[in-house]
């Protein structure tokens, strides 16, 4: 375990860290107002635009568990100047592309190189930062992982307005650009600091999957389900608010925003609660979520009243849980092993990913009101997570 650093060298990381695990993430969301016209640029259909985001998103986990494992074995500061280079590469491509096929070329090189930030910031994380350092600094990554959406649409439209729809992606170059010069700044410092990798990685590895495979895909799990119903309100809360409630795309807007503002405050309450256990704060998140699941689904299922602001009352608290929860979840993970960090963390995204799925397929797929859909969407997997922990529990006693 890396000693304690110093508070400004911390910061200076973290936000280094911050920025190159959310440039894909921020990538996808600067364009999404722009469907229509991407669409009319590239003389195609909007739908092939709209399945940019999920020819993006695949890239991106195969990114992210490929570079996970692979810097276990190679020296990480390079393999982030690698990924970032792709990341820039694959940014400019989309700027200047002239047909859809360029354009979707210029997604894929973007997401695997925006993959790599993700995992081996998470696995450098782990080796330079004392518990409470790497405690503070997922917090405030998680709270990067939940503005950076509300951020980028907002950040987009403006650009686009005033400067024309390819400026949109030039600002994204900016932004990647400004990420290499914070990470050149700080590669000294990397050089200084006890991150080289263990020569008996692979055995290490092996040991590790062998004594604990069971534990890690129960806190896969756990994770990814509770990660799952972030996603599931990400995808119904268009069609309750605006289709079924009859608001605008503004006030649709504004009830995302305060869904954001629940997640931060529930990172920032993690971090004062630095003194309770991961698991702890973990487990009792998911409890409360099941509960409250239980009961406003029962209230609406008897009473009759589904009501937005009793639904979107709800929903503030389930972010607000949420975002106490995923930090230690992550945290949870990557506390497994010193060595294998890189594997841990890029199963992290691959739980993760694969819980977001879950959750946006289910509410798709339940073939109820909105508000229904996403009930019994949350009820179902709480209480997978729920179940998961219990047997974390149990193992943990034996």
């Known amino acids: 375990m890396s000693s304690t650093i110093s508070k400004r060298l911390f910061y200076v990381l973290t936000v280094t860290f911050i920025l190159l695990a959310v440039l894909g993430q921020f990538s996808t969301g600067i364009y999404t107002p722009f469907f229509a016209e991407l669409a009319q640029l590239h003389g195609t259909k909007i739908s092939l635009i709209e399945k940019s985001v999920a020819i993006f998103l695949i890239a991106f986990a195969v990114s992210q568990l490929l570079s996970g494992i692979a810097c276990d074995y190679l020296n990480k500061p390079r393999l982030l100047h690698s990924g970032l280079l792709l990341f820039t590469v694959g940014t400019l491509i989309v700027a200047c ?4 096929l360029l354009f979707l070329t210029g997604r894929v090189i973007q997401g695997l190189g925006g993959g790599v930030g993700v995992s081996v910031t998470r696995a450098l994380s782990k080796q330079l930062f004392s518990p409470q350092q790497l405690n503070v600094s997922l917090s405030l990554t998680n709270i990067a992982f939940a ?7 907002m950040l987009g439209t403006l650009t686009g307005e005033w400067l024309g729809l390819r400026a949109v992606f030039f600002v994204v170059l900016l932004i990647a650009l400004l990420a290499f010069g914070l990470l050149f700044a700080v590669t000294p410092a990397l050089k200084l ?3 080289s990798n263990s020569p008996h990685v692979m055995r290490d590895t092996l040991t590790l999957l062998k004594s604990s495979v069971s534990s890690i895909l129960l806190t896969g799990t756990a994770s990814g389900l509770l990660y799952g119903i972030v996603f599931g309100f990400v995808t119904i809360s268009p069609s309750l608010i605006i289709n079924e409630h009859g608001y605008s795309k503004g006030a649709f807007s504004l009830f995302s925003l305060l869904a954001t ?3 931060v405050l529930g990172s920032v309450v993690n971090i004062k609660l ?6 702890r704060k973990f487990t009792l998140s998911g409890w409360v979520i099941l509960g409250l699941s239980c009961t406003t689904l029962l209230w609406i299922t008897i009473m009759g009243a589904d009501s937005l602001w009793l639904i979107m009352s709800f929903s503030y608290l389930i972010f607000f849980l949420a975002g106490i929860a995923m930090p ?3 945290l949870l993970m990557l506390g497994f092993s010193d060595t294998s960090a890189g594997l841990l963390a890029a199963l992290t995204g691959f739980f993760h990913l694969t819980g977001a799925s879950v959750g946006a397929y289910l509410v798709a797929t339940i073939h109820q009101p909105p508000a229904y859909a996403f009930l019994l969407t949350t009820t179902a997997l709480s209480l997978g997570s729920v179940i998961a922990c219990a047997f974390i529990r149990v193992q943990q006693s034996d």
């Open 147 to 153: 503005i950076a959406p509300a951020i980028a649409p």
């Open 261 to 263: 503002i629940c997640f």
């Open 328 to 330: 230690c979840s992550v």
């Open 97 to 100: 592309a002239n047909s859809p």
């Open 274 to 279: 630095s003194g309770v256990s991961a698991l």
């Open 193 to 195: 600091r006890p991150i």
